[in-house]
């Protein structure tokens, strides 16, 4: 049986009239920007992570360049970012006049460091940017000790957990993408920032609107980025679920354990405390391309997300050129995500690891 490597629709299906009504009432309110629904959404985000406040933006790569500037970031300064993630954790740093510091990876984890970020850190370092990639959550309070203000990418990690608490309120700031396929995914673009810092926090509201306080004087060249009342309205009335989902993904990962798919490939470690919500379920092999040929052959979704790491990418080269990532590079080498979802079965797993067994042997044993 084909297993797609998404399913955003099943988990959806008993939500279908909520989502109507919640539609409708934007509607009936005749009411589009910055209106009831984001407010009431951005005080239930707030809650839902534990920070003190919660702002709407357009996407979840224009959150990460205000709350950047919001933290203080700009011309000269530098922010030390991971080269394996998705190209807008770097790409949303030169906007705001700073420079992008690639560091390495623990290959186990997908996620940064203490040790990976310090080996990056500068005197220019005005910021870390720690991902929670995949939905693993990285170690923020190891990192903030080197000294060092950290903002969350916490795009992928919508309903994560970690000992110190949720994405969204491990660090200075933090900062979600609600991308159709995310964890918690509007129907459209729509992004967060989270912060229980005051000044931060005003300083966003700012810049979202033209970098204005009252639409009518101006104190900053802003962005015109805000989270609209339909997506709002629809991300509303999906959050008291976020958790069941979350529960459903973390199950999930666990039917691939119990179908053995740790004798073919090499599973996702959490970080050490982290329960993650899987965005992305990412194996490794030293032979990925054997594995992506059986896959295909047995109609499994699957996909290589970050074969060139951003510190690679042409845009990138005037500061990443000469970085030493050993592990990054691995991991791009080695990396394949394979079905994740919050409906995924344990049939379903059971079918991955029956196409990625290997007649040849070549996956016989985990490397």
């Not at 407010?39 to 920070?51: K, T």
């Not at 190209?87 to 996620?111: H, M, R, W």
């Not at 962005?223 to 959050?239: F, G, H, K, P």
Request: hydrophobic share 40%.
């Amino acid at each position: 049986m084909a297993v797609p490597l998404f399913d955003t629709s099943t988990a959806l299906l008993p939500l279908r009239e909520q989502l109507r009504a919640a539609v409708a009432r934007v509607l009936d309110s005749e009411q589009y920007i910055l209106g009831p629904e984001v407010s009431a959404f951005e005080q239930e985000f707030a809650a839902y992570c534990g920070s003190e406040h919660a702002i709407g933006v357009a996407n979840g790569t224009e959150a990460i360049t205000i709350a950047l500037r919001a933290m203080g970031v700009g011309p000269g300064d530098e922010v030390v970012v991971p080269s394996f993630t998705f190209y807008a954790s770097a790409e949303a740093i030169p906007p705001t006049g700073a420079t992008p510091v690639f560091c390495d990876i623990d290959p186990d984890t997908y996620c940064v460091t203490a040790d990976t970020v310090s080996a990056a850190l500068t005197p220019r370092t005005k910021a870390v940017i720690a991902v929670h990639l995949f939905g693993n959550v990285a170690p923020v309070a190891e990192i903030e000790a080197l000294g060092v203000p950290v903002l969350e990418d916490a795009a992928q990690a919508a309903g994560s957990t970690a000992t110190a608490g949720r994405p969204g309120a491990l660090g200075t700031a933090a900062t979600f993408s609600f991308f159709p396929s995310k964890n918690l995914g509007c129907f459209g673009d729509g992004g967060m920032i989270t912060t229980s810092d005051q000044a931060v926090a005003e300083r966003v509201r700012t810049l979202r609107f033209h970098g204005s306080r009252d639409k009518v004087s101006y104190e900053l060249v802003g962005y015109n980025s805000r989270l609209d009342e339909l997506q709002a309205a629809i991300l509303r009335t999906q959050l008291p679920h976020l958790d069941t989902w979350a529960s459903g993904r973390r199950e999930a990962g666990r039917h691939y354990e119990n179908a053995g798919l740790g004798e073919l490939v090499t599973l996702p470690r959490p970080v050490d405390g982290a329960e993650p919500a899987w965005h992305l379920y990412v194996v490794s092999h030293p032979h990925v391309e054997r594995l992506e040929g059986l896959l295909s052959a047995g109609e499994v979704g699957h996909k290589a997300y970050y074969r060139t790491p951003v510190h690679r990418q042409p845009p990138m080269l005037q500061w990443g050129a000469g970085a030493e990532l050993p592990c990054t590079d691995q991991a791009a080498r080695t990396h394949l995500a394979i079905p994740m979802s919050p409906v995924l079965t344990a049939e379903q797993a059971a079918d991955v690891v029956a196409a990625a067994t290997d007649p040849s042997s070549v996956l016989s044993s985990a490397p």
